[in-house]
């Protein structure tokens, strides 16, 4: 019903950027908030950053300064801007919606949804 489809992970030194995407696709009716989680090996899946729909975004306390999370409300796509990456922001970036969606013609329901995770390695 609905797929979220990461982009943009990879292998960057210390002090470099990258730039994740995700795009929700499917019977969308509406989209509450979008965030990315990290999951580094061993560890659980903690928040990164999160942005409402009509909200401020929220940081983790790690990133901010450093990180900037951004919507494209037409796309249904989040951004996460990556700078200053350092070795610790090594793991499993996971893209989150929290949306409603259409379940039949005429009902739509609120669920929670996941990406497949894209790997962001932070290593000289």
């Known amino acids: 019903q609905v797929q979220l489809v990461e982009s943009g992970g990879g292998l960057v030194q210390p002090g470099g950027s990258l730039k994740l995407s995700c795009a929700a696709s499917g019977s969308i009716f509406g989209i509450n908030a979008m965030g990315w989680y990290r999951q580094a090996p061993g560890q659980q899946r903690d928040l990164v950053a999160v942005?409402?729909?009509?909200?401020?975004?929220n940081y983790a306390d790690s990133v901010k300064g450093r990180f900037t999370i951004a919507r494209d409300n037409a796309k249904n796509t989040v951004y996460l801007e990556m700078n200053s990456l350092k070795p610790e922001d090594t793991a499993v970036y996971y893209c989150?919606?929290?949306?409603?969606?259409?379940?039949?013609?005429?009902?739509?329901?609120?669920?929670?949804?996941w990406g497949q995770g894209t790997q962001v390695t932070v290593s000289s």
């Open positions: 989150n919606a929290d949306l409603s969606y259409w379940q039949s013609k005429y009902f739509h329901t609120r669920g929670e949804f």
């Open positions: 942005i409402p729909t009509g909200g401020s975004a």
